[in-house]
């Protein structure tokens, strides 16, 4: 049996504008997944209560396949323990074929050579498209190398340091939302409206090159306020819900220096920034009832 892991992650900014070449920002968490798997007859995989086997059509059976299919591996038999929850913006699929393809290759929690690590990230690039149809790649680019990085499209994983370390607080402000669901909303509005939405993703490129500054010289009070816009560009793409709104007020009102959604929005998880101490954002989310964690990204944390 071989053993891997890999983190879950939140974007700082930039979603769904990422789909269509826009950078984002992105930090992995300590907290992800890990996956345990030995060679078997016919492959499958056990999450939690569910299980996944070759043939029963079902999405996870066919990702493990394209994984295995693009690592050239023999069928396995694979069990998952996920620290996060999933469909909440916080990357747990593509941890999860991130950990699959380095336990299949033996590598367990991180690569060395860059060889396997673009080896890893093919697999879970081929695991990621059951799912989510084409992604961006920026989950799995973050699971796969943790810290804090800036991904595009085009020039894929650039990594950033930090000049301070990042008091996060986590939200899972709403029920979870489908990833490919959300990127089709935006298509459409796209379709229907593409200036206002060029106009946004526009803005938001513009929040990202601001914020990469932030983190590089620790300016967290300037980070949170682009995170609040980026928030509002993400309303404004109409990807954000009442309950992600509650959880970013009770951010703000609680001393939060800025607050979003992350992810693909529809539901799911909200990031909120905290100024030093998380407890009072971590208070306020459980007056208000909501299931939240603290995650700090500490400056040393290197992709
Ligand atoms: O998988 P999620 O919910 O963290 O969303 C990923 C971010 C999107 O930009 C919405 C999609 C993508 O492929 O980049």
Redesign the pocket.
């Known amino acids: 049996m071989t053993r891997a892991r890999a983190s879950g992650k939140v974007?700082l900014l930039g979603?769904?504008a990422?789909?269509y070449g826009v950078p984002?920002l992105a930090v992995g968490l300590d907290r992800g997944v890990e996956v345990d798997v030995e060679p078997a007859p016919t492959s499958s995989i056990v999450i939690g209560e569910r299980r996944a086997e070759t043939g029963d059509g079902s999405d996870m059976a066919r990702a493990l396949d394209a994984l295995l299919g693009e690592l050239g591996a023999g069928p396995v038999a694979a069990r998952a323990r996920l620290e996060l929850p999933a469909g909440s913006?916080?990357?747990v699929?593509?941890a999860l074929g991130v950990a699959t393809a380095r336990a299949v290759l033996g590598l367990g929690s991180g690569a060395t050579s860059a060889d396997a690590r673009a080896r890893v990230l093919a697999a879970a690039a081929a695991w990621e498209s059951v799912f989510?149809g084409a992604?961006?790649?920026?989950?799995a680019a973050v699971a796969e190398s943790g810290g804090c990085i800036q991904f595009s499209k085009s020039d894929g994983i650039e990594p950033v340091s930090l000049g301070r370390p990042l008091p996060l607080v986590i939200a899972v402000a709403g029920p979870p939302a489908s990833?490919k669901l959300?990127?089709n909303e935006v298509l459409r509005f796209r379709a229907r409206r593409p200036t206002v939405v060029e106009k946004a993703f526009a803005g938001i490129a513009s929040l990202v090159r601001n914020a990469r500054l932030c983190l590089e010289v620790g300016d967290l009070p300037g980070l949170g306020k682009l995170m609040d816009l980026n928030q509002m560009l993400l309303a404004g793409l109409m990807v954000s819900t009442e309950g992600i709104e509650r959880a970013c007020d009770v951010a703000r009102r609680a001393g939060a220096l800025g607050a979003k959604l992350?992810?693909?929005g529809g539901g799911?998880a909200v990031v909120a920034l905290a100024d030093l101490d998380p407890e009072p954002l971590l208070a306020a989310f459980r007056r208000a009832d909501i299931e939240c964690f603290a995650a700090t990204v500490s400056a040393e944390a290197a992709p």
Request: charged residues 10%; glycine residues 20%.
């Open positions: 974007i979603e769904h990422v789909v984002a913006g916080l990357g699929s593509a989510h992604p961006s790649g920026v989950d990833t959300m990127v992350t992810g693909a799911g």
